[in-house]
């Protein structure tokens, strides 16, 4: 146990020693990050029953954690963004009053780690030497929070020394709020308290994060979502660069021609899998820089820089296969924390949509006995996770660790949208870019309570629920920034889907491996190479412009995914225009400008 300080910074150790006063744990120990350590921390996860390990010869260095059936995602509705304006947070947050909110959550935190250990996590986002990282220090009373964060960022003592006397650092406060009488144990479960008393909280103006009551994720992890997307937005805002939930992929030519291309897409898209696609097309090579977040930095030669903040992936288990990405597959051959999936004899883990039947028996998430013939419910919770190390992954490309980032020539934005939205276009320039991304969402497919089959939830760029601040002001500081730069070295913008739909409900459009075709594209427009036509909605590939050789999608329908449907982009018009009354007065004009030139374009022809 480390329980003295590994640092001089006094600002650091105060903030350490006012948090042990409120929440009187038993022990104290500062991560150092070292092996030695998290090995450690396995062990103790092991012997108290919370975590079991794995078949050494099958998955080394491998661990399964069940959560309480009450804590398996991020919780939107219990997470705030306590900015000290209403009006700042915006339509799509959640805002309560930040005094109010500390007080709430004071009450709670006092005495909330009885019987445990309060652990100190300074951790990196970004390579400790990059000028876009950032630092951030995570007080924990979860060892499940310490082992994945020693896999999702650079942790340890190497980050107290770049942090020095008087260093910046975002303050990361977490309890799972479940303390321990003297003697009492977690019995083998994990630990957190009921959803009424969960807050994930943000506090912009001070870049504090104070999450309460969830071991889980997003929630827990807060390097992720809390202060990569909601805090580094703020910051990014007011300094002039960009923090985004984006994938970011390195994509080489038969030629040796290098490009870098990052993509915003909501959830259930399939990002993870593009980041590590394997192209059909002969010579292309597409290699991974990061799966879930990129912070993009202007470089003195006027081009955006980005760098990929985390070092693991936190992938959804369910789904994943050797068909749909044999690289994430490998990626958590070894040294992964699997949570919530399902558990055979050998002790090796099984999920649906793992390309294979449940082999036998197995213990589901829930940690009962379950039987595929006989099952009712699946043996991996849907949002069943893998936290594997991004070293481990097959194509994580060479560079992904360097300090001063890889240079981005085009953003991808995109949705599942069975009908209207092409297979590709490219934005006429900056701005109508950001007007595309700004109306990205996914078609809601089952019943949703509040909304329509059919209806579009919008999701823009991704971040409805990781922007930590105004949406409206959101899309002016993209705009800004953009206007500002050269126009000839920003990145170039297209929108893709890969979902499209016949009317009769088969997909035109294969996915996976064959998306490498849409890149190819892509990549030959940042050469301003690749055929293309000026359409009224972006320009669109002219005929023959994608490559499909040696694809299976008939002339006809790849015509289909490459027109223009009148009636459904009138449709898109009306919703674009409700959809953007959210923002208010805040929506900058140059987004209404475009509509209003969308629509018109639209009728001219
Ligand atoms: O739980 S996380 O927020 O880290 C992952 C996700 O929900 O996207
Ligand atoms: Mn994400």
């Keep these: 146990m480390n329980e003295k300080p590994i640092t001089r910074h006094k600002k650091l150790i105060a903030w350490v020693e006012e948090w042990i006063r409120i929440c009187q744990p038993d022990n104290v120990h500062w991560c150092d990050g070292s092996q030695e350590e998290y090995d450690h921390l396995v062990k103790e996860e092991i012997a108290c029953g919370v975590a079991k390990k794995l078949n050494e010869k099958k998955r080394p260095d491998c661990i399964l954690y069940r959560s309480d059936p009450s804590d398996v995602a991020r919780v939107e509705n219990r997470t705030y963004i306590a900015s000290e304006k209403q009006e700042d947070a915006g339509p799509t947050n959640n805002w309560i009053d930040p005094k109010a909110l500390k007080k709430t959550m004071l009450d709670l935190y006092k005495g909330s780690m009885k019987g445990r250990?309060?652990?100190?996590?300074?951790?990196?986002?970004?390579?400790?030497d990059s000028p876009i990282a950032k630092i951030g220090i995570e007080i924990t009373d979860s060892r499940y929070v310490v082992l994945n964060?020693?896999?999702?960022?650079?942790?340890?003592?190497?980050?107290?020394?770049?942090?020095?006397?008087?260093?910046?650092?975002?303050?990361c406060m977490h309890s799972v709020g479940k303390p321990l009488a003297r003697g009492e144990s977690d019995h083998g479960l994990w630990p957190c308290a009921p959803l009424d008393k969960k807050y994930i909280s943000h506090f912009p103006e001070t870049r504090e994060i104070w999450s309460y009551g969830s071991g889980y994720g997003g929630n827990a992890l807060l390097g992720k979502k809390c202060l990569a997307l909601r805090i580094a937005s703020v910051q990014a805002r007011d300094e002039g660069w960009l923090a985004e939930h984006m994938l970011i992929l390195k994509l080489t030519s038969p030629e040796g021609k290098v490009k870098y291309i990052t993509?915003?897409?909501?959830?259930?898209?399939?990002?993870?899998?593009?980041?590590?696609?394997?192209?059909?097309?002969?010579?292309w090579q597409v290699e991974t820089i990061g799966d879930d977040i990129a912070w993009m930095k202007f470089g003195k030669d006027g081009r955006l820089y980005a760098i990929n903040p985390e070092a693991g992936f936190f992938g959804v288990a369910t789904g994943t296969s050797e068909e749909s990405n044999p690289n994430a597959m490998r990626a958590c051959?070894?040294?992964?924390?699997?949570t919530?999936?399902?558990?055979?004899?050998?002790?090796?883990?099984?999920?649906?949509?793992?390309?294979?039947?449940?082999?036998?028996?197995?213990?589901?998430?829930?940690?009962?006995?379950?039987?595929a013939s006989t099952a009712t419910a699946p043996a991996a919770h849907p949002n069943s996770r893998f936290t594997a190390r991004a070293k481990n992954c097959p194509v994580i490309a060479p560079e992904w660790e360097d300090p001063k980032g890889v240079p981005i020539s085009a953003f991808l934005f995109g949705g599942r949208r069975p009908s209207a939205i092409p297979l590709v276009y490219q934005s006429f320039d900056w701005i109508h870019g950001v007007f595309m991304a700004s109306c990205i969402g996914s078609e809601i497919t089952a019943a949703a309570l509040d909304l329509k089959i059919g209806t579009v939830r919008r999701d823009p760029m991704a971040m409805i629920p990781f922007c930590g601040y105004h949406m409206g002001d959101y899309f002016k500081h993209w705009i800004k920034l953009g206007t500002k730069a050269d126009a000839n070295k920003l990145p170039k913008i297209f929108s893709v889907n890969w979902f499209r739909k016949t009317r009769e409900g088969k997909w035109l459009w294969p996915g996976y491996g064959e998306n490498s075709r849409v890149l190819k594209w892509v990549f030959e427009r940042c050469d301003d190479e690749g055929s293309a036509v000026k359409t009224?909605?972006?320009?669109?590939?002219?005929?023959?412009?994608?490559d499909t050789t040696g694809l299976n999608v008939s002339a006809d329908d790849m015509k289909q995914l490459l027109s223009i449907d009148r009636e459904g982009w009138a449709r898109e018009i009306e919703m674009i225009r409700e959809h953007y009354a959210r923002f208010g007065n805040r929506l900058p004009e140059e987004l209404s400008d475009q509509l209003i030139a969308l629509e018109a374009r639209l009728k001219k022809v």
């Design 117 to 128: 250990t309060f652990y100190v996590i300074p951790f990196s986002m970004g390579p400790i």
């Design 149 to 171: 964060m020693q896999i999702m960022t650079r942790v340890g003592t190497k980050v107290l020394e770049a942090l020095g006397e008087d260093g910046e650092f975002v303050p």
């Design 263 to 283: 993509g915003a897409f909501p959830s259930a898209c399939g990002k993870t899998n593009l980041a590590m696609l394997i192209p059909t097309i002969p010579g």
């Design 333 to 338: 051959d070894r040294e992964t924390i699997f």
């Design 340 to 371: 919530n999936v399902g558990l055979t004899k050998d002790n090796d883990i099984w999920w649906e949509g793992m390309g294979m039947d449940a082999p036998g028996k197995l213990i589901d998430w829930k940690g009962n006995e379950w039987e």
């Design 536 to 546: 009224p909605i972006g320009y669109m590939p002219a005929p023959n412009a994608i």
